[in-house]
């Protein structure tokens, strides 16, 4: 598995708890970038490649799974690769994979290099599975952040022909809401690794008020990230619905008569998706 991603709290989050599970094999992580969002000191994909690098080493897991900046900027156009190193580990990795058995590739930010990869070598589309978060909701479309930051990443993966599976905001806003008291109870019996991801959370919601006020609750923020983590632990249930095309304004179409499908997520164990974070952290604790 590798995992395209941003920076963030719930980014943060969701690789800890990726890299905590060792019945996930993560080989590798690529950075990226905020688009529009100036969240990211330039260039983007390397400032975040230095959160990853942090949380990898705090949960003690630093040397496991290489990290490589990719793309600081969205795709120009559906045709135009953003080719970089993190580009090049996607396609090398995934060379011994199938349609038997895929890699999956989490985008739990813009998706731009695993579309650069499928660019370069559209039968990357036959080895991967991708799992993401993103989208408003069903059927509309839209989005905030992740797809916002590359629209035309999201229109080349949603037009390959790979397996794709999409946790949307509306879903993650309501079921993965995260409070500070709740954050520091599952990272308690951590030790610094606990309180490491605590003290993250705690300072994303304490810097990001505008945010959470926004969201209908200024004292908690979602955790959206962690509905990729969530669905690989079997923690997910889906739908499988035809797959819409993305208009440029981020609206989804609905042609008639489509052959592929999208797995659209509807619910999260969220209880379960707790505990085994908590769980995780504590054995980590022990060794």
Same mark, same amino acid.
């Given at each position: 598995?590798?995992?395209?991603?941003?920076?963030?709290?719930?980014?943060?989050?969701?690789?800890?708890?990726?890299?905590? +599970?060792?019945?996930?094999?993560?080989?590798?992580?690529?950075? $990226?970038?905020?688009?529009?969002?100036?969240?990211?000191? *330039?260039?983007?994909?390397? +400032?975040?490649?230095?959160? %990853?690098? @942090?949380?990898?080493?705090?949960?003690?897991? *630093?040397? %496991?799974?290489?990290?490589? %900046?990719?793309?600081? $900027?969205?795709?120009?156009?559906? $045709?135009?690769?953003? #080719?970089?190193?993190?580009?090049?580990?996607?396609? &090398?990795?995934?060379?011994? /994979?199938?349609? #038997?058995? &895929?890699?999956?590739?989490?985008?739990?930010?813009?998706?731009?290099?695993?579309?650069?990869?499928? =660019? =370069? @070598?559209?039968?990357? *589309?036959?080895?991967?599975?991708? =799992?993401?978060?993103?989208?408003?909701?069903?059927?509309?479309?839209?989005?905030?952040?992740?797809?916002?930051?590359?629209?035309?990443?999201? !229109?080349?993966?949603?037009?390959?022909?790979?397996?794709?599976?999409?946790?949307?905001?509306?879903?993650?806003?309501? !079921?993965? &809401?995260?409070?500070?008291?709740?954050?520091?109870?599952?990272?308690?019996?951590?030790?610094?690794? #606990?309180? /490491?991801? %605590?003290?993250?959370?705690?300072?994303?919601?304490?810097?990001?008020?505008?945010?959470?006020?926004?969201? #209908?609750? &200024?004292?908690?923020?979602?955790?959206?990230? !962690?509905?990729?983590?969530?669905?690989?632990?079997?923690? $997910?249930?889906?739908?499988?619905?035809?797959?819409?095309?993305?208009?440029?304004?981020?609206?989804?179409?609905?042609?008639?008569?489509?052959?592929?499908?999208?797995?659209? =997520?509807?619910?999260?164990?969220?209880?379960?998706?707790?505990?085994?974070?908590?769980?995780?952290?504590?054995?980590?604790?022990?060794?």
């Amino acid at each position: 598995m590798t995992t395209d991603c941003g920076v963030g709290a719930d980014d943060q989050w969701a690789l800890a708890h990726v890299a905590l +599970s060792a019945e996930l094999d993560l080989r590798g992580v690529v950075t $990226t970038h905020s688009g529009e969002f100036p969240l990211l000191a *330039a260039p983007a994909a390397e +400032s975040s490649a230095r959160v %990853a690098r @942090d949380v990898l080493a705090q949960m003690g897991l *630093a040397p %496991a799974a290489p990290v490589w %900046a990719g793309s600081s $900027t969205p795709l120009r156009s559906k $045709t135009e690769p953003r #080719g970089n190193p993190g580009v090049e580990f996607i396609l &090398r990795e995934s060379r011994v /994979y199938g349609s #038997g058995r &895929r890699m999956a590739v989490v985008v739990i930010g813009a998706a731009t290099d695993v579309a650069s990869a499928l =660019i =370069i @070598d559209p039968s990357l *589309a036959s080895r991967v599975e991708i =799992i993401a978060m993103g989208f408003n909701r069903w059927p509309e479309g839209g989005d905030a952040f992740n797809v916002r930051n590359d629209p035309k990443a999201w !229109q080349v993966v949603l037009e390959s022909g790979a397996p794709v599976t999409v946790g949307d905001a509306e879903v993650t806003t309501r !079921q993965l &809401r995260m409070t500070r008291e709740r954050a520091k109870e599952i990272g308690s019996g951590g030790g610094g690794r #606990g309180r /490491y991801l %605590a003290d993250l959370f705690v300072r994303w919601v304490d810097e990001s008020t505008g945010l959470a006020e926004l969201l #209908g609750d &200024r004292h908690s923020l979602p955790l959206w990230d !962690q509905v990729a983590v969530a669905h690989l632990l079997g923690l $997910t249930r889906a739908e499988v619905r035809p797959r819409p095309r993305l208009r440029d304004d981020l609206s989804f179409e609905h042609p008639a008569g489509v052959a592929a499908n999208v797995t659209w =997520i509807t619910s999260i164990d969220t209880e379960k998706l707790w505990r085994d974070l908590s769980a995780k952290l504590a054995a980590a604790a022990q060794r």
